[in-house]
């Protein structure tokens, strides 16, 4: 496609767009006014009843709104807090009226359609105004009667239809032009309406902080217990053994310097393997190959030691804050590790990119799907550290395959240099 054409493809598909939210907004007007009408019938005890089921109804419409201008628009709305529940009828209609989410639901279901609506429908009003003149007025205007008018234009000869024509391919020129710009108001309205007040999304995200400073330390407090735990079974016992085979050597190197040489030759061997593991347990809390090389070479080496046929494709302006660095590092790990022992599949594809402050990461597999992100503690530790950093992890698992878990995570670039690497282990 052309750059000329990709300019008119462009407006054409957002007149298209209005067009179709406009409709829509038709049937938002019919669920506020079904929402109106339980309302109504508050004081008669029907509406307890229906209230339930018509804050549903609504929350489905808004859910779908939302999701329809973040594709369309490019506005994204927040998701609203879940509906109330309560044990009985009466209990869930006290509650969803107490619920703001559920007002502002119906303040968009009552507002939407007489604002964002009818601003939406401006352009493919004029789109098919202007395609009347320019296609109906040049050949028919005899037809039409004497009273017969376009706009401003007394179409009674071929000249004034020809002008009409050319009217009418303004018009369509014009809505062209404003469906864009229409198209994007019609986001920041409808962002307006559904989305939270500043204040609400502030105590949101307090509460998010709250939940996030918990799970980081929690996870610390694990982590601090494990590298003890590793410590003292490992390394710890190792050394203990040490001192007491060095005493046996001591006392037999004037009886016995034979075998006290043998001693030695343990302690020296039993010394090499406290030393590796303590070089493995250092590695494990920080890679030095992360720390030297960067995310890209260190998600590269857990491709070479992975069993399965793994590729990364790394695209990384410059180094990322250590501990960001260090939390994808490790969350990539835990999915590559869960796709060798859950998945069945042979390929795996890690890709890393960084979109202004945030990097994302996705890990795809072939295998046979169906991950439940709700069950196992893998997935579970992952999300727990991600959200530590104000990160998510979303995961795509249709039975049968294949699956992809993207995680984001907020960041910032320490260094202007670009680091790109792409490798196939």
Same mark, same amino acid.
């Given at each position: 496609?052309?750059?000329?054409?990709?300019?008119?493809?462009?407006?054409?598909?957002?007149?298209?767009?209005?067009?179709?939210?406009?409709?829509?907004?038709?049937?938002?007007?019919?669920?506020?006014?079904?929402?109106?009408?339980?309302?109504?019938?508050?004081?008669?005890?029907?509406?307890?009843?229906?209230?339930?089921?018509?804050?549903?109804?609504?929350?489905?419409?808004?859910?779908?709104?939302?999701?329809?201008?973040?594709?369309?628009?490019?506005?994204?709305?927040?998701?609203?807090?879940?509906?109330?529940?309560?044990?009985?009828?009466?209990?869930?209609?006290?509650?969803?009226?107490?619920?703001?989410?559920?007002?502002?639901?119906?303040?968009?279901?009552?507002?939407?359609?007489?604002?964002?609506?009818?601003?939406?429908?401006?352009?493919?009003?004029?789109?098919?105004? !202007?395609?009347?003149?320019?296609?109906?007025?040049?050949? &028919?205007?005899?037809?039409?009667?004497?009273?017969?008018?376009?706009?401003?234009?007394?179409?009674?000869?071929? !000249?004034?239809?020809?002008?009409?024509?050319?009217?009418?391919?303004?018009?369509?020129? &014009?809505?062209?032009?404003?469906?864009?710009?229409?198209?994007?108001?019609? !986001?920041?309205?409808?962002?307006?309406? &559904?989305?939270?007040?500043?204040?609400?999304?502030?105590?949101?995200?307090?509460?998010?902080?709250?939940?996030?400073?918990?799970?980081?330390?929690?996870?610390?407090?694990?982590?601090?217990?494990?590298?003890?735990?590793?410590?003292?079974?490992?390394?710890?016992?190792?050394?203990?053994?040490?001192?007491?085979?060095?005493?046996?050597?001591?006392?037999?190197?004037?009886?016995?310097?034979?075998?006290?040489? &043998?001693?030695?030759?343990?302690?020296?061997?039993?010394?090499?393997?406290?030393?590796?593991?303590?070089?493995?347990?250092?590695?494990?809390?920080?890679?030095?190959?992360?720390?030297?090389?960067?995310?890209?070479?260190?998600?590269?080496?857990?491709?070479?030691?992975?069993?399965?046929?793994?590729?990364?494709?790394?695209?990384?302006?410059?180094?990322?804050?250590?501990?960001?660095?260090?939390?994808?590092?490790?969350?990539?790990?835990?999915?590559?590790?869960?796709?060798?022992?859950?998945? !069945?599949?042979?390929?795996?594809?890690?890709?890393?990119?960084?979109?202004?402050?945030?990097?994302?990461?996705?890990?795809?597999?072939?295998?046979?799907?169906?991950?439940?992100?709700?069950?196992?503690?893998?997935?579970?530790?992952?999300?727990?550290?991600?959200?530590?950093?104000?990160?998510?992890?979303?995961?795509?698992?249709?039975?049968?395959?294949?699956?992809?878990?993207?995680?984001?995570?907020?960041?910032?670039?320490?260094?202007?240099?670009?680091?790109?690497?792409?490798?196939?282990?």
């Amino acid at each position: 496609m052309t750059d000329r054409q990709k300019r008119f493809a462009g407006p054409l598909v957002a007149l298209g767009r209005c067009h179709v939210l406009s409709l829509a907004t038709l049937v938002t007007a019919v669920r506020g006014l079904a929402a109106l009408g339980a309302l109504m019938l508050l004081p008669v005890g029907l509406g307890l009843l229906l209230m339930p089921s018509t804050a549903r109804m609504l929350r489905r419409g808004s859910d779908l709104e939302r999701d329809r201008t973040a594709r369309w628009t490019g506005t994204v709305i927040d998701d609203p807090e879940p509906l109330p529940t309560a044990p009985t009828a009466n209990g869930r209609a006290v509650a969803v009226l107490g619920s703001t989410a559920f007002w502002r639901d119906l303040a968009w279901a009552g507002l939407g359609p007489w604002s964002a609506g009818l601003l939406v429908a401006v352009p493919p009003t004029l789109a098919g105004y !202007g395609a009347f003149g320019a296609l109906v007025q040049p050949f &028919l205007w005899p037809l039409l009667g004497p009273d017969n008018w376009y706009a401003f234009v007394p179409v009674d000869s071929t !000249g004034t239809a020809l002008a009409a024509a050319a009217l009418g391919v303004a018009f369509f020129a &014009l809505a062209l032009w404003l469906s864009v710009p229409v198209l994007v108001r019609y !986001g920041t309205w409808t962002g307006r309406l &559904l989305g939270d007040p500043y204040a609400a999304r502030l105590e949101r995200r307090i509460g998010q902080l709250t939940d996030s400073r918990a799970d980081a330390l929690d996870t610390q407090a694990a982590e601090l217990r494990r590298i003890e735990r590793d410590l003292h079974d490992g390394a710890q016992a190792r050394l203990v053994a040490l001192g007491l085979s060095i005493d046996r050597a001591e006392r037999l190197v004037d009886s016995d310097p034979e075998a006290a040489r &043998l001693l030695l030759g343990e302690v020296r061997a039993g010394s090499q393997r406290a030393l590796q593991e303590l070089r493995d347990l250092v590695h494990g809390i920080l890679p030095p190959v992360l720390a030297d090389r960067g995310l890209p070479d260190a998600v590269r080496s857990l491709a070479l030691d992975a069993f399965l046929d793994v590729e990364v494709d790394a695209e990384l302006p410059g180094r990322l804050p250590a501990a960001v660095e260090g939390a994808a590092y490790f969350a990539i790990a835990e999915l590559l590790a869960n796709a060798g022992k859950h998945s !069945g599949g042979r390929t795996v594809l890690i890709r890393l990119r960084r979109t202004g402050d945030l990097l994302r990461a996705t890990v795809t597999d072939d295998g046979r799907g169906g991950a439940d992100p709700d069950r196992g503690s893998g997935l579970a530790g992952v999300r727990r550290r991600l959200a530590a950093f104000d990160g998510t992890l979303a995961l795509v698992s249709p039975p049968g395959g294949p699956t992809t878990a993207t995680l984001e995570l907020p960041c910032a670039s320490s260094s202007p240099k670009t680091s790109s690497s792409s490798a196939t282990a």
